[in-house]
Each structure stands twice: as structure tokens, then as C-alpha cells.
């Protein structure tokens, strides 16, 4: 299957302009022509259509690398079992897709695009069934998850800990999606606060998000006993990528989550890396883990955090998390984690290469290029 990219990406080129229009086209034209799939979508669709842009832009500039886009197409593939999709699905949205793109073209749609998507997207398709009926052969869609902890930590976070009903295979640095029985289908990326361990539970930070649905359930409604449903884990955070003795993480607010499970596996490794750890918080009443990572740094012994406070000018020195970096002479001659808002994780990233760290040692979820997942 020879997948034409250069009509692809030009075509791409047509609708970008008119992207919002091309979801809503998408989703109208499925619901209608498909009512029995609307039933696997939550009630308001406004972070679905982003999520449907996102992973379009992602298809698009990752043709040419077969081995990353199969792998990130494997990963949503496994992701949206909990949804319920199913093969026969996939037919339906790539007609769906066509039809709102072609329609949304401003007149100057070819017959060779309609071609070259069809082309693309049986290979979409194609690497998502088989990476599903994979991943069906030995894991769940979902676990049921039950709330063991819930420590409220300051006005706006919560720490909650959760216990799945099955063994949860993740790696430390990943995340989960989570849902929450008072918002049904609707489902919110965390990053899991912890490495693995043998009683099996997760730890997840959650800041409350000014009308967001799920974090305010899981930070007002949420008690000890209540259950919660978690996808399964995706994720690239880890410390396979760190290839230096030296390694720096940055976090912003509950952007320790991630880096603080990395801190906790490299603890138990033979040559444990040196790490600095920078944490930024807007107000010194933001710092919500202190104690744990007293602990953590009593246990790793080669671990240096360092809390840096923004937003409050009588606090001196008045610092970001990379401003902190700067101010101790900390030399960024290794790999450098960074995690935190996506505006946090841009500004982070270009400071970083301004100071000469290499592209490739900076590590983030997310490429500073594109958007962040939203949590709320």
C-alpha cells in the first residue's frame, strides 16, 4: 500500500484553514448517518473535535516515519477500546472524514485527494484493528479502579490514590486516562505520581480546573470506597531515554507527577543517576508534596530538589522552575525532563535551547510544536 503524502499533506493544506468546520461537519454528518456511534462519545463534544484535530495533524507530519506513526497509532488503537470501537467503526468515520474535508475544501478539491485519504486511511484503519485485537488478547479495554486515598493537599490539588481491580502494567513516567460516575464517557489524561509497585496501586495529582468536569469530581465528590474507570496507559516519559549520569527535571505545579515516578524508579536502580529537581509553584503555598519528597530525597540519596516560587514578588529569589536552574549554576549537561502547563513546557524548552541543550536531550511529553492534552 503506497500512501501518496504529497497529495496528502497538500490537500491537508485546503482544509487546515477551516479546521473547527471540518470537525463539526465530521461529527454532524456521523451522528446523523450513524445515530447507534453517538453513544460512544460523551455529552459535549467541544475537547472531542480537538482531539480529532490533533491526532489528524499527528497522521499528517508523521507520514514519512512508518515506525513512529505505527506505534502512535497502535497506542490509540489500545486507548480507544475503552470506548467501545469496534472494527466495522472505522468505515464509517473514514467516510465521514472524507466527505467533511472534501466539503470544506473552499472548491478546490481534487479526485486524486479523495484517492490518496482512502489509501491513507485503510492503512489507518488496518494498524489500529490489528494493534486492538493485539491488545485484546491479554489486557482489558479499561480497569475499575477503587479510591484508597484522597488527601486534599491545598485549596485547588488532591492526591488520590487508587487501587485497580487487575494488575496495571505501566511504566514510571506514563499516564492514564481516567473516568469519573458522575460524568459518564467522559475521560481525563493524569500522570501517574509513582513507579510500579507490588501492591499495585497509582497515585495521581489533580488540580482542580475552574469548570472542569472531571478534576472537580475527583477534587469536591470523590471519597475513600468510590470507583473510578482507568484506560489503559500510554505515555513516553520514561527514563529509557535518558542516556547521561546527570539528569535535570523541571516541574511546573502537578507537572511533578510524572518526574516525581522517574525519581522513585531511579532510586532502585544499580548506578542510580544524580538528579536535580526543580519544582515551580506560583505560591509558596502551591509547594502540596513537600513531605514526600523529603522521603524521596532520604532514599535516593543522589537527589537535589530545589522548590522555585513565581507569583509571590515578596518572596526572594521571585523564580520559575528553569529561572532556579539558572540562579544555582546548575550546568544542564545531561538529559533534562520537563513536564508541567503546555505554556510552561514551550518557554521551558526554548530557554533550555538557548542555553545550548541539544534538541534531543530535552525530554517532554509532548513536542513544544504541538498542543499538550488538556486536563479538567
Given at each position: ?5 504529497a497529495?496528502?499533506?497538500?490537500s ?74 469496534r ?10 472524514l ?24 485503510r ?7 490489528q ?21 486534599v ?102 507537572g511533578?507527577a ?54 509571590e ?24 525532563f ?15 535551547r ?23
Open positions: 500500500m503506497t500512501i501518496d503524502i497529495l496528502i499533506r497538500h491537508w493544506l485546503l482544509v487546515a484553514p477551516a479546521a473547527e468546520k471540518v470537525t463539526m461537519h465530521f461529527y454532524g454528518k456521523l451522528f446523523s448517518e450513524y445515530p447507534h456511534i453517538r453513544e460512544l462519545f460523551p455529552p459535549a463534544m467541544d475537547l472531542q473535535r480537538d482531539r480529532l484535530l490533533r491526532a489528524l495533524t499527528q497522521v499528517v507530519l508523521g507520514l514519512e516515519d512508518g515506525e513512529a506513526l505505527g506505534g502512535y497509532l497502535g497506542a490509540l488503537a489500545r486507548d480507544h477500546r475503552k470506548y467501545g470501537v472494527p466495522e467503526h472505522y468505515p464509517a468515520v473514514g467516510q465521514c472524507l466527505a467533511a474535508m472534501r466539503a470544506n475544501a473552499g472548491g478546490a478539491w481534487l479526485p486524486a485527494y479523495d484517492e490518496a485519504w482512502a489509501t491513507a486511511y492503512y489507518i484503519a488496518e494498524v489500529m484493528i494493534a486492538a485485537e493485539e491488545d485484546a488478547a491479554h489486557a482489558p479495554p479499561l480497569w475499575t479502579g477503587t479510591v484508597v486515598s484522597h488527601e493537599r491545598t485549596s485547588d490539588i488532591v492526591v488520590i490514590g487508587v487501587e485497580p481491580d487487575r494488575p496495571y502494567p505501566f511504566r514510571a513516567g506514563q499516564y492514564a486516562t481516567l473516568q469519573s460516575a458522575h460524568w459518564p464517557r467522559v475521560w481525563r489524561p493524569y500522570s501517574i505520581a509513582n513507579a510500579p509497585r507490588h501492591d499495585n496501586r497509582l497515585s495521581f495529582h489533580v488540580r482542580a480546573v475552574p469548570g472542569g468536569w472531571v478534576s472537580t469530581a475527583l477534587m469536591r465528590h470523590t471519597r475513600v470506597g468510590d470507583s473510578l474507570l482507568l484506560g489503559p496507559p500510554r505515555g513516553s516519559l520514561v527514563l529509557d531515554r535518558a542516556r547521561t549520569p546527570h539528569l535535570v527535571f523541571l516541574a511546573g505545579g502537578t511533578l510524572p518526574l516525581k515516578a522517574l525519581v522513585e524508579e531511579s532510586a532502585w536502580m544499580p548506578e542510580r543517576p544524580s538528579i536535580d529537581l526543580f519544582h515551580g509553584v506560583r505560591h509558596s503555598g502551591d509547594a502540596y508534596d513537600v513531605q514526600d519528597l523529603r522521603r524521596l530525597r532520604a532514599q535516593h540519596k543522589r537527589l537535589r530538589i530545589i522548590q522555585a516560587v513565581s507569583g514578588p515578596e518572596h526572594w529569589p521571585c523564580h520559575t522552575a528553569v529561572d532556579a536552574l539558572e540562579y544555582h549554576r546548575v550546568t544542564p549537561d545531561g538529559d533534562v520537563v513536564c508541567g502547563s503546555e505554556e510552561m513546557v514551550r518557554e521551558t524548552t526554548a530557554r533550555l538557548a542555553m545550548g541543550v541539544p534538541a534531543d536531550r530535552v525530554h517532554t511529553e509532548f513536542s513544544p510544536e504541538r498542543p499538550s492534552f488538556v486536563r479538567s
